[in-house]
């Protein structure tokens, strides 16, 4: 059975989920497992969405000031959305798109932002293209998303 929290309800699964988003991105597993101790501490409400299937982490993405791009002024990112490929096109990374949005908006964080190179993906849970941004280290521009 499928299951969406944050990892402030669940800390006993930061470990878990720094190395999950660490194997998808190749980002260090201590610099996730920062940002989320940091959530769960309270010092930021940029936070990081799960779904599991039983024991399973199947589906994430966290939020974080800036996702390793040029235009710091646009923040705060939403960051490593990923669902594995066996669970794709089941509506999870839809459905965690519109809680972190509706969760920070409610808490009076609005807008959002992300960068991507998937076009017509987004669009669905009405994120807008902004603009093209310049990735740290990266030789091609990606595509800058907001959700107003």
């Not at 980002?27 to 309270?42: D, F, L």
């Not at 589906?59 to 960051?79: M, Q, S, T, W, Y």
């Not at 066996?86 to 932002?113: E, H, M, T």
Request: with cysteine; proline share 4%.
């Amino acid at each position: 059975m499928r299951e969406y929290i944050t990892l402030r309800e669940r800390p006993e699964r930061i470990g878990q989920a720094a190395e999950w988003f660490h194997s998808k991105w190749g980002v260090p597993a201590g610099a996730y497992r920062e940002c989320m101790e940091a959530y769960w501490k309270g010092e930021t409400e940029y936070g990081w969405y799960l779904c599991l299937d039983g024991e399973a982490i199947v589906g994430g993405l966290g939020v974080i000031e800036n996702d390793f791009h040029d235009r710091k002024d646009l923040a705060p990112n939403v960051c490593a959305v990923y669902t594995e490929a066996p669970y794709r096109g089941q509506g999870i990374a839809g459905r965690l798109l519109q809680w972190v949005v509706s969760d920070l908006r409610a808490k009076g964080i609005a807008p959002l932002y992300l960068i991507t190179d998937h076009t017509g993906f987004y669009e669905r849970y009405g994120w807008e293209f902004l603009c093209m941004v310049q990735g740290d280290g990266e030789p091609e521009k990606s595509r800058m998303y907001i959700h107003r």
